[in-house]
């Protein structure tokens, strides 16, 4: 689902398929950090011009996920850690406000019930070990209590800032394979909803969301040839470095 942002800057629909398609390769790990891309090769395998490939090229860049360098071509960005916990501390600080707000209000049974409907969802995904669909529900799970609060431009706004960030959910999902954990987590800050509990919920909460504390350190070694160093350029040979997943 395209951001408030994203819709106000992609109106043409071609120019939208080419950046939703390279955003979920790079996002899912298809298109490796460090790789090049060209213009022309993406242009000639999706039998379109050039121009649509240039504009999804240069908002990729805005969301930090592309390198434009001139002269030299286009590579996709390598992890930038800093960026990614300044994501997840923006991150947790609005969406616990937005969660309290939530359980201080009315209950929204239309919002709980799509949450609920939105878990069977994340199961089916599990089962079929569709790591994409998982991801996308996960999001919009997150997203109904900002819609419910009127919040949707504060979500439009996180989202679009955590390109990264998402990245490495994807690796973390990859490796860890806890998805069981993800969607216990979600039934527990659901059930504190439920029951109007702020204290639980907030707490669930904490531990769903800065669990990737822990985890990045983890990754960080595991794939360090994917994370950019501080001050540095980077050097597309990562794209030659495969992705070790769990059991590797």
Known sequence: ????????????????????????????????????????????????????????FIKLQGEGLLEIRPQRGTYVSLMDMEQIEEVRFTRYCVESTVLSLFISSPPDEKTLTAMEA?????????AGRDVDGFVDSDDAFHRELFLACGKARAWSFIDHFSAQYKRLRYLSLQNYLDFGNVLDEHRAILSACRRRDSDNALRWLSR?????????????????????????????????????????
């Not at 398929?17 to 979920?24: A, I």
């Open 118 to 126: 939105l878990l069977e969802t994340q199961e089916q995904a599990i």
């Open 208 to 248: 769903h969301l800065n669990k990737i504390l822990g985890e990045s350190e983890h990754l960080r070694e595991k794939f360090s040839v994917y994370i950019k160093k501080y001050g540095e350029i980077q050097d597309s040979g990562a794209a030659h470095t495969p992705i070790p997943t769990h059991g590797a």
């Open 1 to 56: 689902m395209l951001s408030f942002f994203d819709m106000s800057e992609l109106k043409d629909g071609v120019t939208r398929q080419v950046y939703l398609t390279l955003r979920r390769d790079i996002l899912n790990w298809r298109l490796l950090p460090g790789r090049r891309l060209s213009e022309k090769d993406i242009a000639g395998r999706m039998n379109i011009s050039k121009t649509p490939v240039r504009e999804a």
